[in-house]
């Protein structure tokens, strides 16, 4: 849908073309970021189109030529706290529901052993059970997960996204993934996974 | 700067390039394994630093390190196997594409927002 330009304001033509070349584009990651710490695919929408009317409506505080991406994520984390958090769906597979439950909620405290898990084995493991291991871990384990992985944000970028020291960002990395780990190890030898 | 390898890297290295055959990379691999050291004093610092070089937070000093030494170490070589191979998972399975209609959807919305703009500021200027 082609917005006519001349029907709108000079400001709000600008908000509007930046908009679209600063943000579209990073629909996709935003949406996955969504689905993965709402684990549902209706609030994932909601989630995502909460986040860019935020975004068009504080438009003003962007300041062109910085990380856009960064900045909706912020927005996104900040809307999923205040208004989703409660209603975030639980784990989806019942063989990892024991990682929320043996979290200790320590996030500085280091991981109490080393998992028993190979390369090899989680090369084998079916992307449903990586998957699965993913969305049981607590939510903010979860989000500094795909923050990093698969956003390939910097620390300092989650730093600011999820407005904590960077040592927490290194800190609370270390025991998701220990966690992770740990998940994926016992779920593996549940499977018979060599 | 040196690009860090697995020793699956270059098991696939030389099984595609040297067309070397499975079974003898397997023989080798274990082996070269054989005479890796088997335990790390230092691996909880060691895996801490694994996870900075896959995230490219480490220095470049501290990468040339730690590649140094990876090649002796079994502890240190699997550990950085397995963190490539989980970031490898995570990046190939957690990925969803946004739904076509959300995208119309913001499109829309954007659209009523910026005409009621364009209607209503007028009126109060």
């Known amino acids: ?194 | 700067m040196q690009k860090a390898r697995g020793i699956t890297d270059n098991v696939s290295l030389l099984r595609n390039e040297l067309f070397i055959p499975s079974l003898l990379l397997k023989k080798l691999v274990h082996e070269a394994r054989k005479l890796m050291k088997k335990t790390c004093t230092h691996q909880p610092d060691c895996l801490k630093l694994i996870q900075r070089i896959i995230d490219r937070e480490a220095t470049p000093e501290e990468e040339a390190a730690f590649l140094a030494n990876k090649d002796q170490c079994l502890p240190c070589q699997e550990g950085f196997e397995l963190e490539q191979s989980l970031r490898k998972a995570i990046k190939s399975n957690c990925s969803s594409k946004c739904p076509e209609a959300l995208f119309a959807r913001i499109k829309a919305k954007l659209f009523v927002v910026l005409i009621l703009i364009s209607i209503l500021i007028p009126l109060f200027c």
């Open chain 1, 1 to 194: 849908m082609e917005i006519p330009t001349q029907s709108v304001s000079q400001p709000q033509a600008h908000a509007q073309a930046l908009f679209e070349k600063e943000f579209m584009p990073h629909l996709d990651a935003m949406y996955n970021f969504a689905l993965r710490l709402t684990n549902d695919e209706d609030d994932a929408q909601d989630l995502v189109q909460d986040t860019c009317m935020k975004a068009f409506r504080f438009i003003d505080s962007f300041e062109p030529g910085t990380y856009a991406k960064a900045w909706l994520f912020r927005i996104l984390k900040n809307n999923f706290i205040n208004d989703y958090r409660k209603k975030s769906r639980g784990p989806s597979k019942v063989e990892f529901e024991w990682v929320e439950q043996s979290f200790s909620g320590d996030e500085d405290q280091e991981p109490a052993s080393h998992a028993d898990l190979h390369a090899e084995t989680v090369n084998e493991m079916l992307g449903d059970e990586i998957t699965a291991a993913i969305q049981a871990l607590p939510v903010d384990f979860r989000m500094i997960i795909i923050l990093c992985d698969l956003e390939e944000f910097s620390y300092e970028e989650m730093a600011r996204i999820l407005d904590i020291p960077i040592g927490t960002v290194r800190s609370r990395l270390h025991r998701a993934r220990a966690i992770l780990k740990e998940s994926l190890a016992t779920y593996a030898k549940s499977k018979g996974y060599h």
